[in-house]
C-alpha cells in the first residue's frame, strides 16, 4: 500500500489527541498548517509511521520512501492518508481518523488542479493546491507514448485517480 505523509509546519502544541476519538480538521488547521512531506510504501499504517521516523539513521534513506519534503520525524498532529483515500491523525497512542478533511480541502484548495509534465514527456503529476505546496497528492502517471491522445489519457487516468482519493 501506498500512504502519503503530511507534517504540520509547527509542532503540535494543542491538547491530547486521542487514538479512540476522531479529531476534526479545523482543530489542526488542516491542510493550511501541513507539509506534503513524503509517500511510503508499507503494509500498514504503522510501518509507514515507524519509516518516517530517525532511528537509525535519517528516515528519509529508509527503503520505499519516496523524499518529497525533507522533514522531521512523523509525531503528534501530524496526518497520514491511507492508499483508500483516508486521513489519519498520529495521536498520542496510535490513529484517529480526521474528520473534515474533504470540506477544509475544498475551502483551501479554490485554483483546483496544477499539473507538471517531466522533460521528457514521459510522465505527468497532478495535485491538488499550489506551487510547492500541494494540499493533496501528487498522483503520478505514466504518458506512454508522448501523443497528444496519450497524453490526454494519463491526464484522465491521473484527474481520476486523485478525485477518487479525495471521495473514499
Known sequence: MIFTIYHRKMMYAGS??????????SQ????IEYHLVARIKAKNIEEAYAKT???DNAWHDNPD????????????GDVIQDESGRFW?????????LDGHLE??????????????????SQ????????????????????????????EAALAMACGRLLASMIR
Open 53 to 55: 521516523q530517525h532511528i
Open 89 to 97: 491523525v498520529v495521536a498520542s497512542f496510535g490513529f484517529t481518523e
Open 28 to 31: 489542526l488547521g488542516w491542510p
Open 65 to 76: 520512501v519516496e523524499t518529497i519534503r525533507f522533514s522531521r520525524s512523523t509525531s503528534i
Open 16 to 25: 491530547e489527541i486521542r487514538g479512540d476519538q476522531p479529531i476534526d480538521a
Open 124 to 151: 505527468l503529476t497532478v495535485w491538488v493546491g499550489a506551487g510547492d505546496n500541494p494540499l493533496l497528492g501528487p498522483v503520478i502517471q505514466e504518458i506512454p507514448g508522448g501523443r497528444t491522445s496519450d497524453f
Open 104 to 121: 477544509a480541502l475544498d475551502q483551501c484548495a479554490r485554483g483546483g488542479i496544477s499539473l507538471k509534465i517531466s522533460e521528457a514527456c
